[in-house]
């Protein structure tokens, strides 16, 4: 007797109806080559009483096997595993041992240069690199505000299929809102609104680059920048970045030598060392970019949080005939999650992104689209922003302080002028060492091992830490050190 | 005397504060080198009357400008423009006639086989090619559960960055989902979240295959599908489509010549023709994969929308021994702007697709996509499935029912087992022609010119459309036809 009970398996705590977990239990069974086509099945009376089961839920699932074709009834003889399937040569699939039967897993991944990020552990009191604290963000505000939109009459289109450009309305609101706020001259044709820096950076990268091409980054610079050009096939050209940001001698040096594509920055304020690029750097790269010919992806994720005076205007407010790519993006205002970001370029330029967008994502979330150009609208936007550049800048000084009582020891840093985060150089012992004890007090901190090694030196992100919570950090630190030290 | 007043220009309708518009200006001017280094500037006093604007106002613009370093004062002598910008030789952006001048923006667009989705005209009734009708999807619970997860204790977390491959819950949930609906034997780390079908088909292209692979498609297949094997630089194969899906046969002897490294199916129901693939088709494709080794892309996006029978099990639950890349998302099931998808494979597979991930967008929209966890789990998810693909099929039948009453002297179709979009064909005017008079009747219809061109037919989704909707969209057709051949 076939082993029908053990082959076909049900079970009532399962989502699927019995009859369908039946009819899927033979489909798998004949693909595997384990019940041969032409084989003699039992009637569904029998069948039933093998399973245990009520006699209907085996006729359904008969009927269902026939309607898809697998199973035929013969009149006056019995029901049949079709005999014009063909499975037979098809059994092999578990147990082959030929090379063909699995495919065999590479042994190197060529994309392992780009880190796959895992969720850090639950129980660590986590110091990140530089993130906005989601919890002054008006984010019940952003979802009544969603909930308000796709309740109304034309908030319904929102959740149909539309343009790749992004919502128009939050298009024309931020073109408006850049002119205003950074002096940048545009339109709604030279906005694309992205899931965040990260999708700029990204499409800026494949729309305007060829394999091979070189671009210029600080040394050091923002690492996923440095995978998005590497991955388009993109030579990356270290250049040093000092107090003033990005050297520009040295990249008018290195013009002069070799021809460059593309220059990535990010002004406000320097991934990771902090520093603010200079006026006199600006111009000059201006200058340089017209000289040679390449474009600049200006980064500028850390705009709006300046703590001394107002931020120096992008150069995208500039008369850069074509050759700034502005990113920007609401992540670092209101909260990591909401993937709402925008690229502002030329026509040209932004139509290509366009369309390599088409084919990655199809589309933005419309809904969050339109929350962040209602923030905008109803100042919503500006009045979060004045309450976390206060709150945030009181968090920078606290850490000062913090750092200047318990670590001087240890710790060498420069106040920022604005941005998340201190960029904490270790002076009389290595960071790498000092990693697992860090760990051991509970702490998790950015420790990036690459400028670790080469800058002996983290991000400190103070933004997102009430004062409370740094307190402990620094104490946890302090611990941590001494440990080490003993 | 300087022309102050034309230069500096402030509004107070702005959001910008006014002393940051007069440095904006400044800024401005100084980069454009209207204004010269070393100029002399007015005092505040002097300023302030030329402008009529408060003095205080000029003042804190000026100290502005002092702490950026663009001015400087000298004792005793007045404000100058700082000496030591190199402002000079930057005169020429705006009206230089050097080639260097402006970037020109170049004659073709490398990108141009992608289009640009840009949404339809508003004034016109609009027939999609098969989408989710979301009047009946269930948003105001979606974001009324997105509110109530951000302000849970658990909730806030999912504000923050997180790894690349999707909430955990999501993945948990998926995978047991999966097992329980589709017979897929997978677990957490076989699932990566996306952004809808269209990242994983994309993601799929550029971890899995080459420069110059050979990708199969069907004649025709889904378009945008094509576009992401075209980006990245493979070489599409056509393989002909019949009424039980890809033609295998046709395939098998493609293999036989040529080295194919992965096959593209839509086997529930076949894009743009809605057949759905055979039995048989599957395993002799099965077969296919493990003679040639190549990988199947199983886009199951339509796997929830079949009306006959249940549907067939996908590929992917057979044991594929990661052959079968599977696709599927929530877009379908609930609206088209919920970006939730996933792609299901092996460990290997996920690791590289997830890395590209990183550096595309970071990561997805955590909060939604525990709200579709959630709505997995409290059955939110099986109630609005059933109720739709009950809606659905009512809606398939009636557009059916009218089609043979009105226009069954210009079109024929196949009834389809599934899905959301007839395949129209017309038999004896021409699509293309048609077009015109379809528009002026103010019917928007989802005409493909390849397909209209190639089948002279189009998808006519009856899904989104109510039945009075349907019926007054056939009278607009058959009122287009009548004027045509007037």
């Known amino acids: 007797m076939f082993p029908w009970k053990s082959i076909i398996a049900v079970n009532t705590n399962l989502n699927r109806a019995l009859y369908l977990q039946i009819s899927d239990s033979f489909i798998k069974e004949i693909s595997a080559g384990r019940i041969q086509r032409s084989q003699k099945i039992p009637g569904s009376r029998k069948m039933a009483e093998l399973l245990g089961l009520n006699r209907k839920t085996v006729i359904q699932a008969y009927e269902e096997l026939s309607a898809q074709g697998w199973i035929q009834s013969i009149s006056s003889s019995g029901t049949y595993i079709s005999s014009d399937l063909p499975v037979s040569r098809y059994t092999s699939i578990e147990t ?69 450009h992004g919502d128009d309305k939050l298009r024309d609101t931020l073109a408006q809102y850049l002119s205003e ?125 300046h703590y001394k ?22 992540s670092k205002v209101f909260a990591p999650n909401v993937r709402v970001g925008y690229v502002a370029a030329s026509n040209w330029q932004i139509d290509r992104m366009a369309r390599i967008r088409r084919i990655i994502d199809r589309q933005g979330d419309q809904i969050m689209e339109r929350v962040m150009a209602e923030a905008i609208i109803n100042g919503e936007l500006s009045r979060h922003l004045k309450k976390s550049i206060r709150i945030y800048k009181q968090r920078r000084d606290h850490l000062v302080e913090l750092l200047n009582k318990d670590l001087a020891n240890h710790v060498e840093f420069d106040i920022p002028e604005g941005g998340m985060a201190v960029w904490l150089r270790f002076k009389n012992c290595q960071l790498t060492d000092l990693r697992d004890y860090f760990t051991s007090t509970g702490l998790s901190l950015d420790i990036d091992k690459y400028l670790a090694r080469q800058f002996n030196a983290f991000r400190f992100g103070f933004t997102s830490l009430e004062e409370e919570e740094q307190n402990k950090v620094v104490d946890l630190m302090t611990k941590a050190i001494e440990l080490s030290a003993s």
């Open 96 to 164: 082959t041992e030929l090379p063909s039967g699995k495919l065999p897993s590479p042994e190197s991944n060529p994309f392992e240069y780009i880190p796959a990020s895992i969720p850090n552990g639950k129980k660590l009191i986590i110091v990140d690199g530089g993130s906005p604290d989601h919890r002054l963000a008006p984010m019940d505000w952003v979802y009544r505000e969603s909930r308000s939109i796709i309740n109304s009459s034309y908030g319904k289109q929102l959740l149909t299929y539309s343009g790749v």
């Open 181 to 305: 706020t950074r002096g940048m001259n545009l339109n709604i044709t030279n906005l694309l609104i992205t899931r965040g820096s990260q999708m700029g950076i990204f499409l800026a990268a494949q729309a305007l680059t060829n394999q091979g091409d070189k671009v210029v980054v600080g040394s050091s610079s923002y690492d996923a920048a440095d995978w998005a050009f590497e991955y388009a096939g993109c030579q990356l050209k270290r250049v040093p970045v000092d107090q003033g940001g990005l050297n520009t001698s040295a990249l008018a040096e290195l013009c002069s030598r070799e021809s460059i594509k593309m220059v990535y920055i990010t002004p406000h304020h320097h991934f990771p060392t902090t520093v603010t690029l200079s006026n006199i750097r600006r111009i000059e790269l201006m200058e340089l970019s017209m000289k040679h010919d390449f474009i600049v992806v200006e980064d500028d994720y850390d705009y709006d949080f």
């Open 309 to 330: 005076s107002a931020p120096i205007l992008p150069l995208a407010s500039l008369d850069h005939g074509g050759r700034i790519i502005y990113v920007g993006s609401f």
